[in-house]
Nanobody, 129 residues
Framework: QVQLVESGGGLVQAGGSLRLSCAASGLTFSSYAMGWFRQAPGKEREFVASISWSGGNTYYADSVKGRFTISRDNAKIAVYLQMNSLKPEDTAVYYC??????????????????????WGQGTLVTVSS
């Protein structure tokens, strides 16, 4: 059974940092690109970042570029999202997602969320002003 479990969410003041983790099981982790989406209250889900199977290629939403860093550890079967300089508008439930690798250095982007089939349950990040 494929499972993604997020952790690391919480309440933080604006300007602060959080590190989200996503532990995967039931899949050959190195055969998947991984990424993060988020959904704020009353808003649609939006893409945050993704990373290729090797970690050699990453893709960020413009809204988080320069503040967030996605990484993965294939030995630990986990993907991470380091979030710095957090803003109140970063408040959302953050979801981990996985997609099979279609070509070397494949990453998924904002328009592919509807096609992804493997999702975690989400972790809530609240940034206070």
């Amino acid at each position: 059974q494929v499972q993604l479990v997020e952790s690391g969410g919480g309440l933080v003041q604006a300007g602060g940092s959080l590190r989200l983790s996503c532990a995967a099981s039931g899949l050959t982790f190195s055969s998947y690109a991984m990424g993060w989406f988020r959904q704020a209250p009353g808003k649609e889900r939006e893409f945050v970042a993704s990373i290729s199977w090797s970690g050699g290629n990453t893709y960020y939403a413009d809204s988080v570029k320069g503040r967030f860093t996605i990484s993965r550890d294939n030995a630990k079967i986990a993907v991470y999202l380091q979030m710095n300089s957090l803003k109140p508008e970063d408040t959302a439930v953050y979801y981990c997602a996985a997609d099979p690798v279609y070509y070397n250095d494949y990453v998924f982007g904002p328009n592919q969320g509807r096609y992804l089939k493997i999702w975690g349950q989400g972790t809530l990040v609240t940034v206070s002003s």
